[in-house]
């Protein structure tokens, strides 16, 4: 608010104080400054009137490219694309490119500034056509960098366009190229894209080399691995990296650190997606439907705001606006030529006469088509809309449906746990479990055959399911691991079981090795107790 103030108040000093040339002068030079220090534009008032009086009177090209240039400056901060192209396409109009004495470079920034805006708008066809021309001008400046430059943003709007294999070439060039040319920075920028491709294959091992010449290059990392919040889309690549490799654990660790620094949509979006992976492969499936719905949150929202309106929009101003310029030049040289306009006219006349009657009936016919069209549109708009709000009720209605089963489903899991409990503690209060309490709290061995009879028949009344799975394997399975599978289940200590088994301890955890492989295909034996208490 005091920045708009200060500046209406230089504006109406200058323009008060000031009179003609030297007021508009004052006026460009002192938004010039602001531009070069990279100073927000949003709030500068005066840039139209100043742009008007140079396109009106008389001054050089050079002063009017700077003047529109400026002005279509000011209309990017404010947050017009379509006007910001307009005047920077009439500020490169007013550059001379045959000339020798051309500033190219200047033309060059130019339509970077108009390929950024399509960029922002995910317009990739044209704004790789725009950079292509920044290119062709940083070239014919002889500015290697800002050529390289060029070739970088050109690598975006391929992969934005789908064009991954062009991207991935174009980007592997320009990186030899800049290191060539001894470009180290700019060299590291094109890393992304080929850690990025290389992870999109699979190719973890070179994704790998990509990304650590990346953050020894770069030099955007401190001794701790952090970076800026600027660069913290670089944590989702590496998160990917190492959920490819299966290391699960540091990708969420760097999921977490994109979570804390992100602040756009796309970081955001990236964010949710790889931490919703995460948990899904690791089967925490509160966590992996939290982060799935913040996902599609997310990624409706940048669809919204990225809409391709706003692209439309500026795209047919911008031909529009060309074709003003273009009908402006013509009435400039008919001014010029008042002799030649006037026969031009008559002879214009005379052509129109006579085609007037074979046009009438083909505009006849084209209306008559137009109609058609527009009521074909109207209905298919009308459909769509339709669709959209029957998509919506059968959302709302699938969520309901979801909550209403998510919450039967808790309460027959809260059925079924208590009726595990009475279970197990029936189980507990039987005879022959109690004989075999005490015997492993005398660290007794049990050689009785009829009590472990006694034991299994009750395990086949207690526990039926449990029992039908262990007789699936009794074909395979020795007398020995049988018994140390319902110890197990009735959750004996290890030491407990090779004292009621009269065996040794190695015995014991090469039996629990063995059965937790041929019944549960795990190896090893730390996930024994958790797959046999499960069933």
Not at 209 to 232: V, W
Not at 267 to 277: D, I, R
Request: glycine share 2%; proline share 1%.
């Amino acid at each position: 608010m005091v920045k708009t103030f200060l500046n209406a108040i230089l504006a109406f000093w200058l323009l008060v104080s000031c009179s003609g040339n030297a007021e508009m002068r004052a006026l460009l030079e002192h938004t010039d400054s602001l531009n070069r220090i990279y100073a927000p534009l949003d709030t500068v008032s005066y840039m139209e009137n100043v742009a008007d009086y140079y396109d009106h009177w008389y001054c050089s090209d050079a002063i009017r490219m700077k003047a529109f240039y400026l002005l279509a400056s000011v209309e990017r901060d404010k947050g017009d694309s379509p006007l910001a192209i307009e005047h920077f396409n009439k500020s490169i109009n007013f550059a001379d490119t045959a000339s020798t004495n051309c500033d190219y470079q200047q033309v060059s920034k130019i339509y970077g500034q108009i390929a950024l805006i399509f960029h922002e708008q995910r317009y990739p066809q044209k704004e790789l056509e725009i950079w292509e021309k920044a290119a062709t001008y940083a070239k014919m400046a002889s500015d290697t960098l800002l050529y390289m430059i060029c070739q970088e943003h050109m690598v975006g709007a391929y992969w934005t366009m789908g064009a991954k294999e062009r991207a991935f070439a174009k980007a592997r060039n320009n990186y030899e190229e800049c290191l060539r040319l001894g470009y180290l920075k700019q060299a590291a920028c094109c890393l992304p894209t080929l850690f990025a491709y290389h992870l999109q294959d699979h190719d973890y091992a070179n994704a790998r080399i990509e990304i650590t010449k990346y953050k020894q290059m770069s030099g955007l990392f401190d001794d701790n691995d952090r970076t800026s919040p600027m660069h913290a889309l670089f944590y989702f690549y590496q998160g990917q990296y190492y959920e490819g490799v299966g290391k699960l654990d540091s990708a969420l660790i760097c999921y977490r650190k994109l979570q804390i620094r992100a602040s756009k949509l796309l970081e955001k979006e990236n964010c949710y997606k790889g931490l919703m992976s995460v948990f899904q492969l690791r089967q925490q499936s509160d966590s992996a439907l939290k982060y799935s719905r913040l996902f599609a949150e997310t990624n409706d929202e940048a669809n919204r705001l990225n809409s391709a309106n706003e692209v439309s929009r500026a795209q047919a101003l911008f031909d529009y606006s060309n074709s003003q310029r273009v009908a402006k030049e013509k009435t400039k040289q008919l001014y010029a030529l008042s002799g030649s306009v006037t026969i031009v006219v008559l002879i214009l006349l005379l052509i129109i006469f006579r085609i007037h009657i074979s046009k009438k009936r083909q505009k006849e016919n084209d209306r008559r088509k137009f109609d058609n069209i527009v009521s074909k549109y109207s209905e298919a708009m009308y459909d769509m809309e339709q669709l959209k709000t029957d998509f919506k009720e059968f959302e709302q209605n699938k969520k309901m449906e979801v909550e209403h089963l998510r919450d039967e489903l808790a309460v027959l899991l809260e059925k079924r746990k208590t009726e595990a409990y009475d279970a197990y503690k029936k189980l507990n209060d039987q005879q022959i479990i109690r004989k075999f309490r005490e015997y492993a709290r005398m660290s007794k061995t049990c050689s009785e055959e009829s009590e472990w009879e006694e034991l299994v028949s009750t395990i086949r009344i207690f526990l039926p399911d449990f029992y039908a799975f262990l007789s699936s394997h009794q074909n395979n399975t020795t007398s020995q691991e049988f018994r140390v599978c319902i110890l197990t289940k009735l959750q004996f200590l290890t030491s407990e079981i090779v004292n009621l088994l009269g065996t040794s301890s190695p015995r014991v955890s090469n039996i629990r090795s063995k059965m937790n492989a041929k019944m549960f295909h795990n190896i090893g034996s730390k996930t024994f107790d958790a797959n046999i208490i499960r069933i």
